[in-house]
């Protein structure tokens, strides 16, 4: 993964899965995903999800430019679930008992139209920041979307 000077001075890497917000404003949950999964500042999070998408304003991210920040920061990413239709698509509960995750391996899912971070036995998403026991995530019986990992480093 590349490290760039403001990751440096924000002190990364962080060694908690947490959302560092460091900027004034509404967080969004790309972003915060993002900024969990890299443990960077959010401020940097946002501007690399602007280069990537070309867009003033980040609200909402997409899977692609979700995917093409972490490539652009270096990590190499697997794709592990894309539904083609939503019918298709499991619930939250039903993914983390049906798959066998690696154990150091972070997951950005986005479970309909909301990007959530799960590492291990934990999750973070933009409105807690802070890591959680996966059996109190209130999005278990959300509808899984998009799923991108990395391995920690």
């Known amino acids: 993964m590349i490290r760039t000077a403001s990751m440096k001075q924000a002190g990364w890497p962080m060694t908690e899965l947490a959302v560092q917000h460091n900027y004034r404003g509404h967080l969004w949950c790309g972003i915060g995903a993002l900024s969990a999964a890299l443990r960077i500042p959010t401020s940097t999070a946002k501007d690399i999800i602007k280069n990537v998408s070309l867009r003033r304003y980040i609200k909402a991210v997409t899977y692609s430019e979700m995917a093409h920040a972490l490539s652009s920061m270096g990590v190499a990413t697997f794709r592990d679930y894309f539904p083609r239709n939503a019918s298709d698509c499991p619930t939250l509960n039903q993914w983390l008992e049906g798959n066998f995750r690696k154990w150091d391996r972070v997951y950005i899912v986005c479970i309909t139209g909301h990007w959530i971070v799960i590492k291990n036995d ?9 890591a959680r026991d996966i059996s109190s995530c209130p999005y278990l019986r959300a509808k899984v979307r998009h799923i991108v990992s990395f391995d920690w480093s």
């Open 122 to 130: 934990q999750w973070v998403d933009s409105m807690n920041q802070t």
